[in-house]
């Protein structure tokens, strides 16, 4: 029986999975982020990274490398031709030659599509909405920061929640909920002023950062009027992401699949979002679409693609 691995590597955790020809996960192991960009040997780095994780599930399954029949990667920061050209250089080096490698944005279409084909909005870390179509093009759009307007990440909602709290306390601009629950509830040991020593906790992300993404969502579905703005401005940037991959790819007139994927999606009360999300999206492309919360690992994507392309 062949057995096949799957890796989603991310900037701060990579996933190594051990599939079978039925598609049955049989083994999991977690490593450190294997992002380049992160890390100060760059693309040696994260193939010996990779590398190390590969032999440890090896070691975990009792396996050899000659046993896989082959090995997909998504990996962050795999955008541009010369980054794939690096690390498949490198991985090849250490022996794997039935190898393939993508942009981590695209298994996470593959696995929450039924047909294989779908758009993949991602909010978590970062932004970016990455495609894939009927005819096997892919496509991504986002992923660059300020560069590409990038919003409604977890960074960028906690920052915003901080500048609700400020403009309502400090400016006396407008009464919030967001701004209550920040400071009756959140941090109640805290006076106003207090609050301006979080910023750093903010910039570094941890616990302080998804207590604010928390109560972002919290006054969102209390109906926040601050709040339901920065709501509309995401749903408003996320609908037209997903209509410019509608009119440039190949993908049915109507009930094309979107697949949600990212902590801000799949972890949080995000259902105002994505209400709102799908109301602009269809009204923006003029077409019914199905909308697919991702329920699963992304790391199933690598088998659900192996199986398609390259099993054969």
């Known amino acids: 029986m062949p057995f096949y691995i799957g890796v989603d590597g991310g900037g701060t955790k990579t ?17 450190p982020g294997t992002n380049h960009e992160n890390l100060d ?71 929450g599509s039924r047909s294989g084909a779908a758009i993949g909005p991602n909010l978590g870390t ?5 495609a894939i179509d009927r005819q096997g093009r892919r496509v991504q759009l986002g992923g660059l920061g300020e560069f ?55 910039e570094a992300g941890g ?8 109560l972002f969502f ?14 509309d401005k995401m749903a408003t940037r996320g609908a037209q992401l997903i209509n410019a991959h509608l009119g440039t790819l190949d993908f049915p007139e109507e009930d094309a699949e979107i697949v949600l994927s990212g902590s801000i999606h799949t972890k949080l009360p995000s259902g105002v979002y994505v209400n709102l999300l799908k109301q602009k999206a269809e009204a923006l492309s003029g077409r019914r679409l199905e909308f697919i919360l991702l329920d699963r690992p992304p790391v199933t994507g690598c088998i659900k693609w192996i199986m398609q392309a390259y099993a054969g």
């Open 148 to 202: 590409s307007g990038d919003i409604g990440n977890g960074q960028w909602i906690a920052q915003q929640a901080f500048r609700v709290m400020y403009d309502a306390f400090f400016l006396g601009i407008e009464r919030s909920e967001l701004a209550k629950l920040i400071v009756c509830s959140a941090f109640p040991s805290h006076n106003p002023s207090d609050l301006l020593g979080l910023i750093p906790d903010i």
């Open 15 to 31: 996933a190594y999975a051990l599939f079978n020809e039925k598609e049955e996960l049989l083994a999991l192991r977690e490593g």
């Open 207 to 214: 616990e302080v950062t998804r207590t604010f993404i928390r």
């Open 126 to 130: 970062g932004t970016c909405c990455n």
């Open 218 to 231: 919290e006054a969102a579905n209390l109906g926040d009027p601050p709040v339901m703005r920065l709501i």
């Open 41 to 111: 040997d760059a693309f040696d780095g994260a193939a010996a990274r990779l590398w190390e994780g590969i032999q440890g599930l090896l070691r975990d399954t009792g396996k050899s490398l000659d046993e896989i029949a082959f090995t997909l990667m998504g990996l962050a920061g795999v955008d541009h031709p010369f980054q794939y050209d690096a690390l498949m250089q490198r991985l090849r080096g250490y022996g794997m030659e039935r190898l393939e490698i993508f942009n981590d944005g695209f298994i996470v279409v593959k696995a």
